[in-house]
């Protein structure tokens, strides 16, 4: 371009009788094109043309996250790490990222040409030319976009966005949005084929869609309690009471975007706008939102395949009839309706590290509840306490009120049952024993743990604010592991009781049992085939309770 200009400039002389310009137009010309400033951004035009600028790669964002990978294990080691991190995983870093790698992809080119309008269903529509968008975004092959699709009036519409997706994140597509074309062919109308498609696409994709202008709800918006009106928007989070693998489910209308999770884990619930299919994101891995079943869904489908376990097979007849305690509530047949309750979500909250107020040991006889409470209790007695049993039992010679039991009149005791007072209470050789609900309060207001071995029936009493047990599950070991332990207490002479294969046998089969109905109860799970390791893993969890943040039922907390 300088050379242009200085061969305009020679030439400015001749131009006034060939043109017949007006020489104070050619004065006013020459001038500008002799401008020093002019002619330093020809030079630069000239730079700029004969050197194009090229990005060096358009997979930053790529490239930070196999980088976070990486150095997120080493945060606790170096502080300096972990400043990094918190940078790198910024929103707006990230989103910094994300606009150059689509510059640098030039996914803002013109896309390609398209067939022939006349022949295409939009046009039949007879569509106003501003009523079609065309989108450009960038993205990885194997990636998923975060939408779903469904068939309305023969076209493919965006059914759901999925919360932490990308198409999410760029707001650029709606539910209710019709694709008409991706990279300038046309999509059909069978969803699978399209997700598939954009799911191998790498790099620039170009969309073609007919938007819906309707309102939607936003993920962000839809933070709607499981328990509260729609009105009182905030975070819920579920801890999940069963496993779930999308690629196993026939009823989700997209394997890939689902979520998959285990029994236990806790869930983040960012959209419940479909009674089937809610949209819910992984607490401790964090990461994009994918599809769940729904309460509603889950609970008709388990309705459909639930199976009576403790009236069918080798469990039948393992509880004995002759129990010491009995629980009593408003129906005589609560066993019967646990049996077959559904546990599907339980909406919790999280806590700060804090004392629980009861620690509560379930288990089948004989599982080492007893020694595990004592031991606990003996070399701890000011942080642990327990209840002492009351009976109408006649005290011995030997014995004191309050020590081992306390003793009260049958009548007494009987009105006290009625009036609710008691946990638990049974009749045994014609006495009557239980557990007296004042007296777990009275340990707890000492400021100790109360520990309790009841039955786990006793779990619909416990499991509330009042007093917030921390439950465990000692579960009998295999019965090869039973019969060893068994004779090792009775060779140490630490017992006289001698148990058959029969008796040993009805311990496992029980603690199955209790582990298949109240698994939904149980904060931990310990197979006590050794005692001293069972205490030591019962020792470690409780003194995670006082370091670490608690999930804990909603009804704890408001």
Sequence with gaps: ITETMQQVLENLTELPSSTGAEEIDLIFLKGIMENPIVKSLAKAHERLEDSKLEAVSDNNLELVNEILEDITPLINVDENVAELVGILKEPHFQSLLEAHDIVASKCYDSPPSSPEMNNSSVNNQLLPVDAIRILGIHKRAGEPLGVTFRVENNDLVIARILHGGMIDRQGLLHVGDIIKEVNGHEVGNNPKELQELLKNISGSVTLKILPSYRDTVTP???????????????????????????????????????????????????????????????????????????????????????????????FCGTISSKKKKKMMYLTTRNAEFDRHEIQIYEEVAKMPPFQRKTLVLIGAQGVGRRSLKNRFIVL?????????????????????????????????????????????????????????????????????????????????????????????????????????????VVDAGITTKLLTDSDLKKTVDESARIQRAYNHYFDLIIINDNLDKAFEKLQTAIEKLRMEPQWVPISWVY
């Design 220 to 314: 962000q918006q839809s933070y709607i309690s499981m328990e509260r009106h729609p009105a009182d928007i905030h975070q819920v989070f579920v801890k999940c009471h069963f496993d779930y693998n999308p690629y196993n489910d026939n009823l989700i209308p997209c394997k890939e975007a689902g979520l998959k999770f285990s029994k236990g884990e806790i869930l983040q619930i960012v959209n419940r706008e479909d009674p089937n299919w809610w949209q819910a994101s992984h607490v401790k891995e964090g990461g994009s939102a994918g599809l769940i079943p729904s309460q509603f869904l889950e609970e008709k489908r388990k309705a459909f395949v639930r199976r009576d376990w403790d009236n069918s097979g080798p």
């Design 380 to 488: 701890n007695p000011t942080r642990f306490g327990t209840t002492v049993p009351f009976t109408s039992r006649k005290p011995r010679e030997d014995e004191k009120d309050g020590q081992a039991y306390k003793f009260v009149s049958r009548s007494e005791m009987e009105a006290d049952i009625k009036a609710g007072k008691y946990l638990e209470h049974g009749e045994y050789e014609g006495n009557l024993y239980g557990t007296k609900i004042d007296s777990i309060l009275e340990v707890v207001q000492t400021g100790r743990t109360c520990i309790l071995d009841v039955n786990p029936q006793a779990l619909k009493v416990l499991r509330t604010s009042e007093f917030m047990p921390y439950v465990v599950f000692i579960a009998a070991p295999e019965l090869e592991t039973l019969r060893a332990m068994h004779k090792a």
